[in-house]
């Protein structure tokens, strides 16, 4: 009776031992196999999907990392301003001025910067006229320059850099960094800047490949950097971007944010 009852135990215990050169498993063991193979296939997925839209993102970021302006900002006084599409109206000191800082920004690459229009404003009749200034918010300048920076070695078909001046010579504003970007060796190549616009939307978990990109002045930093604009969400007439700029000497990241656009039909 007990070599029976032994050997109802080794019929019903699924994990008892098989002949030799034959493997089985029992439910658990094949449960946990099935669980295991699952997550695999799972971070195969996961790893492929990481891998094609990083391919992905490379491919388009190539060809939408192209700097090319459309259209620049200047601003004028009514029946005070005076617009000019050549420098033959500007005096000797400022043309000097303007050529000298150009130089000092641009380096070897003020040899690809043309004139494109400006204004010359006569801020003593304007101000004769409008004489409340305490609450403006912002400096009126005598003269606005516009040049047209065209270097596609360095994917910028245009780019305008816009130079106020006052009518001292004095440079007031401008939307090239200072210094430290007079060269273009300087500036990263615009893959390694894209790989890292890449390894950032990993870290947030975006995996969208609806992205655009624009060069920026970042005036508080004085730097120029490359904006990426990441589409994460869409609702009716609402999206919503993650953005990142990346500094184009040093590849760092100096800001991010989030951003809404609201289409009013």
């Not at 400096?139 to 305008?160: D, H, M, P």
């Not at 615009?190 to 616009?197: C, G, Y």
Request: hydrophobic fraction near 35%; aromatic fraction near 12%; charged fraction near 25%.
């Amino acid at each position: 009776m007990m070599a029976q009852c032994l050997q109802k135990v080794k019929v019903s215990n699924q994990c008892a031992e098989k002949p030799k050169n034959k493997v089985t498993f029992c439910p658990a063991t094949t449960h946990i196999l099935n669980v295991v193979n699952h997550k695999n296939k799972n971070l195969i997925r996961i790893l492929t999907l990481s891998i094609l839209l990083t391919l992905n993102f490379i491919a388009l970021g190539q060809d939408k990392m192209i700097v090319d302006k459309q259209t620049n900002t200047l601003s004028s006084f009514i029946g005070y301003s005076e617009y000019i599409t050549n420098l033959d109206k500007v005096p000797k000191n400022i043309k000097s001025n303007l050529k000298e800082y150009l130089k000092l920004v641009l380096g070897e690459m003020c040899k690809k910067v043309k004139f494109v229009d400006g204004y010359i404003s006569d801020l003593d009749g304007y101000f004769k006229e409008n004489p409340q200034t305490y609450n403006r918010g912002w400096i009126a300048t005598k003269y606005q320059f516009i040049y047209s920076l065209s270097y596609n070695e360095i994917g910028i078909k245009n780019y305008f850099i816009k130079i106020d001046i006052d009518n001292f010579g004095q440079i007031l504003n401008s939307n090239w960094p200072k210094e430290h970007y007079n060269d273009s060796s300087y500036f990263k190549n615009r893959s390694i800047v894209l790989n890292e616009a890449i390894k950032w939307a990993k870290r947030n978990n975006i995996f969208s490949d609806e992205f655009e990109t624009d060069l920026k002045y970042h005036k508080k930093l004085d730097k120029l950097c490359w904006v990426f604009k990441f589409a994460i969400s869409q609702m009716e007439n609402r999206k919503t971007f993650s953005i990142v700029e990346i500094d184009w000497k040093d590849n760092s990241v100096i800001d991010e944010y989030t951003e809404v656009s609201t289409t009013v039909y």
